[in-house]
């Protein structure tokens, strides 16, 4: 629920419903739910996996007020998502924005958040990084036909490593969808663009920093890293190591933002931490 009334807000759910043991997988900005495929099956053997689409994005609604994408809607949702699992505590992997979410929920007094996993996010975010997701974000390109989609994909996700053609077009079917014209366009609400473009105003160019909220979490934390991330610089992923929650810094070879989980060389040690 929102100000501006009641929305919907849709998820993937993996593995036994009744198991107690439960993971929430969390997508970045303009992303889906079905990036975590992969990862999902690979943890269901031991967890209830529940992955969801934030608001704006995949198959959930869009909002009526757009003034209101942003981390306190996203972390009301997700804390509504956390009551209806009906579990006391969750583990947490989160994407660039899903692990902004996460860091806001596990800052938190009595969080649910027992093991918090930050995929290549953390209290510094990059103007550099910013000015590239402005270069794109919001502007609701329409295709052709799916190809034409996935060549876009590709391209403004170069950074998320190599993949095989089948990986590709999993990245891209699940994040765009078919208009009544037979134009493909992006399952994302084109305005979740003001929010970004309005916090990036007020960074005034610089490096956003989010330091507090960092410190904040106690839980176990550990942070994976692209290795050419130009979101999180590698400074801030040391710091990151020796504040706060002191998180166990593991960097992806050959990958900038973000690591997608899709192969078992980076599943294993999230894999690993989560199961300890």
């Not at 992955?51 to 996203?74: A, F, T």
């Not at 969080?111 to 502007?139: C, F």
Request: glycine fraction near 10%.
């Amino acid at each position: 629920m929102s100000a501006a009334g009641f929305h919907h807000m849709a998820y993937v759910e993996w593995g036994d419903p009744a198991n107690p043991k439960v993971l929430v997988c969390v997508h970045g900005l303009t992303r889906c739910s079905r990036d975590f495929d992969f990862f999902a099956q690979a943890m269901a053997d031991r967890y209830r996996v529940v992955c969801p689409d934030v608001v704006g994005r995949g198959r959930s609604d869009w909002l009526r007020n757009k003034g209101l994408y942003g981390l306190p809607q996203y972390c009301a949702d997700m804390t509504t998502l956390l009551a209806k699992l009906n579990v006391e505590t969750v583990d947490w992997v989160g994407t660039s924005m899903g692990g902004l979410i996460g860091m806001a929920l596990a800052s938190q007094p009595e969080t649910p958040i027992a093991r918090l996993v930050l995929n290549d996010v953390g209290p510094v975010i990059t103007a550099a990084s910013l000015e590239r997701i402005g270069t794109y974000l919001g502007q609701a390109p329409r295709f052709d036909g799916i190809e034409q989609a996935e060549a876009f994909v590709r391209f403004v996700s170069a950074t998320f490593g190599r993949f095989s053609d089948e990986q590709w077009r999993h990245l891209t079917v699940h994040v765009t969808r078919t208009a009544a014209d037979g134009k493909v366009e992006f399952a994302y609400d084109p305005d979740i663009a003001k929010s970004f473009q309005e916090a990036y105003a007020t960074s005034g160019g610089k490096d956003v920093e989010l330091w507090p909220l960092y410190d904040g979490i106690t839980c176990p934390t550990l942070l994976l890293r692209g290795e050419t991330s130009d979101l999180l610089p590698h400074e801030a992923a040391l710091q990151m190591g020796q504040r706060g929650p002191r998180a166990q810094l593991i960097e992806v070879p050959g990958v900038g933002h973000a690591p997608m989980l899709m192969d078992e060389a980076q599943v294993a040690p999230v894999r690993e931490f989560l199961l300890v």
